[in-house]
């Protein structure tokens, strides 16, 4: 079974702080998304990498960037966190041999103060 | 308008009732559809995928794509307690380079059902 693991489950931040969520797959997958989830705006794409050091932006990039330094990790990065990025963050991965199906993990539920 | 446009419900159902689903498109790229079910506080998980108009049956679940009206539906048969969560359709246009796992999302359908 695919597993993505972000390592954080529950953060509660200050504002004005610098956040890191990370994520890590286990299926040799060339692509890796975050997206963020919140009530009435369904999921939005932040970023997403189809290789390493590679990225491109997602629809909401603003005041978010992204690492991804070995094929398995994707890291998101909040320079400085805003009440406004208080939300539930997904990971997830894909391999675009097997089609466009992607596989998220359980999710990082921020809360920014 | 929004790419993808699905029923935020809530839809509240008796065990063993059959239970519908929709999302419909204005894109006509869109060639992948694929269902998420999504339990509380947890990340979604691949329910149905599908690439070609008509009806894919796995189990209990039945997904339906019209690409000519633009509208796909999932299907939920015989329901029990335990499909209770939220479940979003996702739309990908055609494979290729760096649209892999592009996914939009309709807002998701809340679904209870109640014993």
């Known amino acids: 079974d695919v597993k993505v693991t972000q390592s954080s489950r529950y953060l509660v931040k200050r504002t004005g702080e610098k956040v890191f969520l990370e994520c890590v797959q286990d299926m040799d997958h060339e692509n890796m998304f975050w997206y963020r989830q919140d009530p009435g705006l369904g999921l939005r794409l932040i970023y997403f990498s189809y290789d390493v050091k590679m990225k491109e932006k997602g629809d909401i990039p603003e005041g978010y960037s992204v690492s991804r330094e070995k094929k398995e990790r994707f890291s998101l990065i909040l320079e400085s966190a805003s009440t406004n990025q208080t939300s539930m963050y997904l990971c997830a991965s894909s391999s675009g041999q097997r089609g466009n199906t992607i596989y998220f993990g359980e999710g990082s539920w921020l809360t920014v103060v | ?115």
């Open chain 2, 1 to 115: 308008q929004k790419e993808v446009e699905q029923d935020p419900g809530p839809l509240s159902v008796p065990e063993g009732a059959i239970v519908s689903l929709n999302c419909t498109y204005s894109n006509s790229a869109f060639q992948y559809f694929m269902w998420y079910r999504q339990y509380s506080r947890k990340g979604p998980e691949l329910l149905m995928y599908t690439y070609s108009s008509g009806n894919k049956e796995d189990g209990r679940f039945t997904a339906q794509v019209d690409k000519s009206s633009k509208y796909i539906s999932l299907f939920i048969r015989d329901s029990q307690p335990s499909d209770s969560a939220t479940y979003l359709c996702a739309l990908s246009p055609n494979a290729g380079g760096t649209s892999y796992g592009k996914l939009t999302f309709g807002q998701g359908t809340i679904l209870t059902v109640h014993p």
